[in-house]
């Protein structure tokens, strides 16, 4: 079950964090990876990894911001089966205390990026007679989180495209879901901690961990396995859909 076997993904943001534990599960699962990162070092990690065990993987300079860049590259990858919308950026503030700079940034990547990637991506899917698509959305799209005004804001829309790609494709045998968890353990998880709350670290992971009713924050493979169901042939009847994963976070914080 689950398996990707002869099918071409593109995972951007793919080189680290959630994007990563995506890779590398697709590639054991058979898939050829292309992992789009601003960088190819920033890939490397991941890169190594895939081909360690034997995974078929492939790395991409491109800024998805940058629509001309985003083009080239798809064109230069051809025709896709799965794609993952996973490459975002974060933001701390509130309405007042985001400065347009900061809003055109998180709009350019977590937005207009997401935009540039499905614009890309469909042709290249017709070439494959449909595929599947996994836009990243969060928590932050359903309800209320304090001092995330832009990133909120961001992933609402995220989440609206996922339905009108969803409607617009579905003759054309593609199909769009999106994925919203909350806190994920990740290197930048850590790098946020420690950059705000010096000296209080193991505090604020704590304090972190609890806001998920389960207890802990997600782990990135609990991320990366939910994908891979939603993009296999089992779950072949499901479009249009968003999947929170949060440890009740949602539904239980009352």
Known sequence: MFSLQNKKAVVTG?????????????????????????????????VDEIKANGGKVFSHACNVAN???VLLTFEKIGNI???????????????????????????????????NCLFAAIPQFRLSNGGVIIN??????????PDRFA??????????MTLSVAKDYIKENIRCNSISPARVHTPFV????????????????????QSQPIGRMG???????????????????I????????????KLNN
Request: glycine share 12%; with cysteine.
């Open 14 to 46: 793919g080189g680290s964090g959630i994007g990563k534990a995506i890779s590398v599960l697709f590639a054991k699962q058979g898939a050829e990876v292309h992992i789009i990162e601003l960088t190819e070092e920033s890939a490397k990690s991941a």
């Open 67 to 69: 629509q001309e860049e």
């Open 81 to 115: 089966h799965i794609l993952i919308n996973n490459a975002g950026i974060a933001h701390v503030g509130k309405v007042d205390t985001t400065p347009a700079s900061d809003f055109d940034r998180v709009m350019d990547v977590n937005v207009k990026g997401v935009y």
């Open 136 to 145: 990243m959305a969060s928590i932050a799209a359903w309800v209320g989180i």
């Open 151 to 160: 990133y909120s804001t961001a992933k609402g829309a995220v989440m609206a």
């Open 190 to 209: 850590d790098g946020f901690i420690s950059k705000n709350y010096a000296g209080k670290e193991a505090e604020m992971f704590e304090k972190l961990s």
């Open 219 to 237: 782990k990135p493979d609990e991320i990366a396995a939910l994908a891979l169901y939603l993009c296999s042939e089992e779950a072949g009847f």
């Open 239 to 250: 479009t249009g859909s968003d999947y929170p994963i949060d440890g009740g976070f949602i």
